[in-house]
C-alpha cells in the first residue's frame, strides 16, 4: 500500500474516465451562534469502476461532503463533476434530474417505504423518470433477482430482515443505471456477518459490473478491501491511501 495525492493518482489512471471530480469543495454554515466550516477545499477525482471508501472521525465532515457529492445539498465554494457535468451550474430542476439518473443512494438506515411493496420500492426512481410499468416491473425484477431477494417482491420491507431491506435499497440505487452509487454507512445498522454480505454485494457491483462506488464507513476493515481511501478530518483531506492487492 502506498500514500499519494489525488493528482498523481490521477496522471497514474489518465487512460481511465473520471465518473466523480471535486474540486476545492468548502462548506460553511453561518448561524447566530457563529460561523463553523465544515468541509475545507477538498478535492479528488474517482475512476469508472472504483471502490473508494470515505473515513473519518465522527463529526469530520463525511456525511456532509457525501450529500454535495450527491447533490442533496450545494457547496458554499468549490465543483463537483459527475459524468463531466458540474451539476451545481445547472439550475434545480435538472439538478434534481441528475440525483435520479446519474446517482444511486444506498443509506445505513434502508429509507424504504413500509406502506407498499419492495417491487414498487425499487422501482422509484424509474417511475419518476418515467419508466414505463412493464419495464421497470422487468428491471425491478431482474435487479431483485441479481441479489437474491426476487422472492421477496411482494412483501413489505418491515417483514423483511435488515440483511434483506438493504439488499432491496441495493437493488433501487441500481435501478436508473445511475453513473455512481453513493452508500452511507450501509452497513452500520447490520450484524458483522449480515454487513460482511452487503459489503460483498458492492464488492461484486464493482467486480462484475464494474459500478462505481463512493462507501462511507466507520469500518476500517472494510474500508481496507476497496480500492482507495480518502481520510477526512476536521473537515479536510488529510490523505489518500491506495491499497494494491
Known amino acids: 500500500m502506498k500514500s499519494q495525492d489525488s493528482y498523481s493518482h490521477r496522471d497514474a489512471q489518465s487512460n481511465m474516465p ?13 448561524s447566530p451562534a457563529g460561523r463553523f ?70 443509506f445505513q438506515s434502508y429509507n424504504l417505504i413500509n406502506r407498499t411493496t419492495v417491487l414498487k420500492n425499487v422501482a422509484i426512481p424509474s417511475i419518476i423518470s418515467g419508466m414505463g410499468r412493464n419495464e421497470r416491473n422487468y428491471r425491478a425484477l431482474k435487479l431483485l433477482e441479481l441479489l437474491g431477494i426476487k422472492d421477496k417482491a411482494d412483501y413489505k420491507p418491515v417483514n423483511l430482515s435488515g440483511g434483506q431491506q438493504q439488499r432491496v435499497a441495493i437493488a433501487r440505487s441500481l435501478m436508473n443505471n445511475p453513473a455512481i452509487i453513493l452508500a452511507d454507512e450501509p452497513t452500520g445498522n447490520l450484524d458483522t456477518k449480515t454487513g460482511q454480505e452487503v459489503f460483498h454485494i458492492l464488492k461484486m457491483l464493482k467486480n462484475k459490473y464494474k459500478r462505481t462506488i463512493v462507501f462511507v464507513t466507520h469500518n476500517p476493515d472494510l474500508a ?22
Do not use: C, W
Open 18 to 30: 473520471a465518473a466523480l471530480r471535486v474540486h476545492n469543495i468548502s462548506k460553511v454554515f453561518e
Open 37 to 106: 466550516v465544515a468541509l475545507k477545499e477538498i478535492s479528488f477525482t474517482i475512476q469508472k469502476g472504483e471502490f473508494v471508501s470515505i473515513v473519518g472521525p465522527s463529526g469530520s465532515g463525511k456525511s456532509t461532503l457525501l450529500n454535495i457529492i450527491g447533490a442533496l445539498d450545494r457547496p458554499t465554494f468549490g465543483n463537483v463533476f459527475i459524468d463531466n457535468v458540474d451539476i451545481f451550474l445547472l439550475n434545480d430542476r435538472q439538478i434534481a434530474q441528475i440525483r435520479n439518473n446519474l446517482i444511486g443512494y444506498i
Open 224 to 245: 481496507r478491501e476497496t480500492d482507495r481511501i480518502i481520510y477526512i478530518k476536521d473537515g479536510m483531506k488529510e490523505k489518500e491511501e491506495v491499497l494494491i492487492k
